[in-house]
């Protein structure tokens, strides 16, 4: 079997396509026969040994989270998920390795995929949209008939957020680039500003805020929340963590895998409720490049990079 790993932390030049023997799925989890597996910013910054507190310095490591696939084995105590069935999920922070023709997972980071989305499409969700889902709902509670804005709604959680959002009958403020305004009116956000706007223009106007970007300045979040409101920052950090225990609004989210919820988000794209999209697919063996430059510009422009085996 191939997969793309490596052997210390560091930047793209430290990733290799090469062959590894899949490990056998311990006790609550399943190995997949991987069809489709889609990029995270966070991928990059977990192989610079960004994270390496979680993930240790046994190498080789295997790179990559999100993925779709056939389940081509189950360890002991599996008891939602069968050989033979086409998932949809994500491996652990440690364990990784979705890049590559097999991946072992958690048995509660993957669900079953629904027949009338591809491969591509499943893969792409399950990061963003988990992580916009229990920021919306977790964290922020939110309801029918209430408002959330989202800053960098045009971003694969923000995306994700908006049209959740939506679902759930709420009204969806947010920001995003000035070239992309119309895009996100499109997608159904309103009001749109731009991201330098200024926050007193919208004063008080939302019961949840939701920082996709990590770069709302925190008193502008204050300014845009309602009394009794949330705000959601997805971006974890020491400093963050402590702000968050004291009194206020502000609560960080570190997304975890809960199989309801992802559940969730796999229906609404059932649905046809949330799409992500894609703006590059390349084959398991051509991928090292592609990812490459998914670092130079900080991701692709219009979606989502997708590696298929």
């Known amino acids: 079997m191939k997969r793309i790993q490596y052997h210390e932390?560091?930047?793209?030049?430290?990733?290799?396509?090469?062959?590894?023997?899949p490990a056998r799925p311990?006790?609550?989890?399943?190995?997949?026969?991987?069809r489709a597996a889609a990029v995270n910013p966070m991928d990059a910054g977990i192989r610079a040994g960004r994270l390496k507190m979680v993930t240790g310095r046994k190498f080789p490591r295997g790179l990559g989270h999100d993925f779709s696939g056939v389940?081509?084995?189950?360890?002991?105590?599996?008891?939602?998920?069968?050989?033979?069935?086409?998932?949809?999920?994500?491996?652990?922070?440690?364990?990784?390795?979705?890049?590559?023709?097999?991946?072992?997972?958690?048995?509660?980071?993957?669900?079953?995929?629904?027949a009338n989305i591809s491969w591509e499409e499943a893969a792409a969700l399950p990061t963003p949209a988990?992580?916009?889902?229990?920021?919306?709902v977790n964290k922020g509670r939110l309801t029918t008939g209430q408002s959330v804005f989202v800053a960098a709604a045009l971003g694969a959680v923000g995306r994700s957020a908006v049209q959740l959002a939506l679902t759930m009958g709420a009204?969806?403020?947010?920001?995003?680039?000035?070239?992309?305004?119309?895009?996100?009116?499109?997608?159904?956000?309103?009001?749109?500003?731009?991201?330098?706007?200024?926050p007193a223009r919208l004063a008080?106007?939302?019961?949840?805020?939701?920082?996709a970007s990590g770069k709302l300045p925190l008193t502008s979040a204050k300014t845009l929340v309602k009394s009794g409101g949330h705000i959601i920052d997805i971006h974890?950090?020491?400093?963050?963590?402590?702000?968050?225990?004291?009194?206020g609004p502000y609560e960080v989210l570190v997304a975890s895998a809960v199989p309801a919820d992802l559940e969730q988000v796999v229906r609404a794209a059932a649905r046809g409720a949330l799409r992500m999209p894609i703006a590059a697919t390349v084959p398991l063996g051509e991928a090292i490049p592609a990812l490459t430059e998914f670092e130079r510009r900080s991701g692709p422009r219009g979606g989502k990079l997708i590696i298929t085996s």
Do not use: H, N
């Not at 311990?26 to 997949?32: Q, T």
């Not at 988990?130 to 919306?136: E, I, V």
């Open 71 to 114: 389940v081509a084995a189950v360890g002991d105590g599996v008891t939602r998920i069968r050989v033979g069935d086409e998932v949809v999920g994500g491996a652990s922070i440690k364990g990784a390795g979705a890049f590559a023709e097999m991946v072992v997972a958690e048995e509660k980071g993957v669900v079953k995929k629904p």
């Open 171 to 198: 009204s969806v403020g947010g920001s995003c680039r000035g070239s992309a305004v119309q895009e996100a009116r499109d997608l159904g956000v309103s009001p749109v500003v731009e991201f330098d706007f200024d």
């Open 9 to 21: 932390y560091g930047g793209p030049e430290v990733m290799r396509l090469e062959d590894f023997e």
């Open 204 to 211: 008080g106007r939302f019961d949840v805020v939701l920082d």
């Open 26 to 34: 311990g006790k609550g989890e399943v190995l997949v026969r991987v």
């Open 130 to 136: 988990l992580t916009a889902y229990q920021a919306l």
């Open 236 to 247: 974890p950090a020491p400093a963050k963590f402590v702000r968050a225990a004291l009194p």
